[in-house]
């Protein structure tokens, strides 16, 4: 799947989002919410927090069809070999949230995948030192759409 492609649906389940705001899943999940995305934050371990409404699991959302995972490898497998819910089409496995056991999963589901691709180096406008890193990619040719 193309990453671009993955930006065309607005609303955007962000698994990994943490009550404690400096958490790369949280830095993701505001990004969409700037980039104006429906993102909406789900982590069944998160406590109350008055900026973020939570949801316990992506079940509860039925208007949803796009999820970025930002958990660990093993959290991201047992919920992708969890049945998932039929709305799911797109999954963006943001880097270090898979392993290989995650490619394998992947590949035997239908559904469209970006895997091991930082979300801040593709979600326009790209700023900062997510910028420079793209820059950087493009020009080695590591950067792949």
Request: proline share 3%; charged share 25%; net charge positive.
């Amino acid at each position: 799947m193309k990453t671009e492609n993955f930006f065309e649906h607005k609303n955007v389940a962000v698994l990994g989002v943490s009550s404690k705001k400096k958490k790369f899943g949280n830095y993701i999940y505001e990004k969409l919410l700037d980039s104006g995305y429906n993102a909406f934050a789900v982590n069944p371990n998160a406590d109350v927090n008055n900026e973020i409404n939570f949801y316990k699991s992506i079940e509860e959302l039925n208007n949803i069809s796009s999820v970025v995972f930002v958990t660990k490898p093993n959290v991201t497998n047992q919920i992708l070999t969890s049945k998932l819910p039929e709305n799911i089409k797109y999954i963006w496995i943001q880097q270090g949230a898979g392993d290989d056991e995650t490619k394998s999963i992947l590949s035997s589901l239908n559904i469209d995948f970006v895997y091991d691709k930082c979300v801040m180096m593709y979600l326009e406008p790209v700023k900062g030192i997510h910028k420079f890193h793209r820059t950087i990619s493009k020009i080695f040719g590591s950067y792949k759409n």
